[in-house]
C-alpha cells in the first residue's frame, strides 16, 4: 500500500499510544492517522498536538474522536487501550479487567475497519492477543500481539554496549512471552555474522561469557520494572517499536519480528507466545524455524505453559 492512502487508527491515547503516534509521524509511516479514546477531551487535545508539528514531519493528517467511526476504512489498527488498575487490584483481576475490555472495543472496530491488520499492544499482550483472537474469529495472520520486539530491542541494546558495536550490527532475539519466562536465543545471536559466543573485543578476550549472558538476560527483564519505578510507565521504546511493526506491514517490508502470534505448542496446546515471523501488508506471513539448543527449547516450553496456564486462569483459553 502506497503510504499517501494509507491510514493507521491507534485506540487509546495515553502515553503508548501518544508516543507511537508521534514515532510513526515523524518517520511518516501513513497519510492519515486516527486516535480513538473515550476520552474526547483528551483524544482531542493529543490529535491537535500531533497536527500543529505536522510541518516539521512528513505531511499527514492526524484526527481524534471518542467515536469510533474515526477507525472506518483503516489499513492497521493498533490496539494500546488497556483498563486502568485500581486500588487494590491486582495484577491478575487488572488482566481480566484488560480481556473484558478488548471484548467491547475489538466488535466495533472489527465492524468499520474489517479487513486492517490489528497489532495488540497492551498487557499482558500475549494473553490478551490470544483472547482477543479467540473472541474475534479474526485470522492469526491478520490479529497478532506485539509481543517481543521491544524485549529484543533491549537486549540488542544491551549487547551493543558489551561489546562497543552499532547495535544495527547486533542481530538476537528474546522469545516466549512478553514478561518474566521470556527466553533470550543466544544459540542464534551474531554480530556483524560472527557468533556471538565467538565475538572477541580488541585483545583478543570473548566478550560474551555465561556470566555476561545472564547479567544481560537479567537486565532485559527487568527493564520495564526499572523504567516504571523511576518514571512510572514505559512509552518511548515501546511507541518506536510500535510504529516499526506498523511499518514493516504497510510497506510490505517481510520483516522478521518477534511478534506474539498463534501457536499450537507441542504437549501445551495453544497460545499466543513470540517467535520469529515475516510480517508484511497481510499481516504474518510464516514463522521462521530458528536453531534452538537445549536450553532454549525448555526455556520456550515453560514460557507457553506459563502463558497457558495464566490464560486458563483468566478464561481465556
Known sequence: ??????????????????????????RGFARTVALYDINKAKVEAEALDLAQGIQFMNEAKVIGSDQVDVCADSD???????????????RLELAEATIGLMDK?????????????????????????YAALKKSGMSPQQMFGSGTVLD???LRHQIAVECDVAVSNVHA??????????????SSASIGGVKLQDWHDADGRVVMTPEVQERIHRDVTRSAYKIIE???????????????????????QNRVLPVSTLID??????????????????GIKHRVDLPLDDAERAGLEASARS???????????
Open 152 to 154: 529484543s530491542s533491549r
Open 105 to 129: 472495543i475489538i466488535p466495533p472496530l472489527i465492524e468499520v475497519s474489517p479487513n486492517a491488520v490489528y497489532i495488540l499492544v497492551t498487557n499482558p499482550v500475549d494473553v490478551v492477543t
Open 173 to 186: 532475539y528474546i522469545a516466549g512471552e512478553h514478561g518474566d519466562s521470556e527466553v533470550a536465543l543466544w
Open 76 to 90: 492497521v489498527v493498533v490496539i494500546t487501550a488497556g483498563a486502568k488498575q485500581q486500588p487494590g487490584q491486582s
Open 265 to 282: 505448542y507441542p504437549g501445551v496446546g495453544e497460545v499466543c507466545m513470540s517467535l520469529p515471523a515475516v510480517v508484511g501488508r497481510s
Open 307 to 317: 502463558i497457558r496456564e495464566v490464560a486458563e486462569r483468566f478464561g481465556a483459553a
Open 230 to 252: 523511576g518514571k512510572g510507565a514505559t512509552n518511548y521504546a515501546i511507541g518506536v517499536a510500535g510504529a516499526r511493526i506498523v511499518e514493516a506491514v504497510l510497506q510490505d
Open 1 to 26: 500500500m502506497e503510504p499517501k492512502t494509507s491510514k493507521v487508527s491507534i485506540i487509546g491515547a495515553g502515553a503508548v499510544g501518544a508516543t507511537l503516534a508521534y514515532a510513526g509521524l515523524m
